[in-house]
Nanobody
Framework: QVQLVESGGGLVQAGGSLRLSCAAS????????MHWFRQAPGKEREFVAA????????YYADSVKGRFTISRDNAKNTMYLQMNSLKPEDTAVYFC????????????????WGKGTLVTVSS
């Protein structure tokens, strides 16, 4: 059974940092691209970042580029999103997701989803 479980969300002041984790289990993700999406209240779910599990290639949305860093620990089967210089507009539920093959920025293209973790950035 494939499971993705996010953790690390919480309340942080603008300009602060937060690190999200996504624990993956149930299969090997060597041939998968791992993703972070987010969904703010009343908004559509949007792409944040992606990483190829095996090679470590990364891709970021323009809105977070230079502030967020996606990474993974192969031994722990865990993906991370280090978020720095947080802004109130970063407030959202953050989801991790996996897609076989190349990364994809549309949420409907994902094969597996976590339940999400809430990040709230205060001004």
């Amino acid at each position: 059974q494939v499971q993705l479980v996010e953790s690390g969300g919480g309340l942080v002041q603008a300009g602060g940092s937060l690190r999200l984790s996504c624990a993956a289990s149930g299969r090997t993700f060597n041939n998968y691209a791992m993703h972070w999406f987010r969904q703010a209240p009343g908004k559509e779910r949007e792409f944040v970042a992606a990483i190829r599990w095996s090679a470590g290639n990364t891709y970021y949305a323009d809105s977070v580029k230079g502030r967020f860093t996606i990474s993974r620990d192969n031994a722990k089967n865990t993906m991370y999103l280090q978020m720095n210089s947080l802004k109130p507009e970063d407030t959202a539920v953050y989801f991790c997701a996996a897609k076989y093959g190349s990364w994809y920025t549309a949420h409907y293209g994902m094969d597996y989803w976590g339940k999400g973790t809430l990040v709230t950035v205060s001004s």
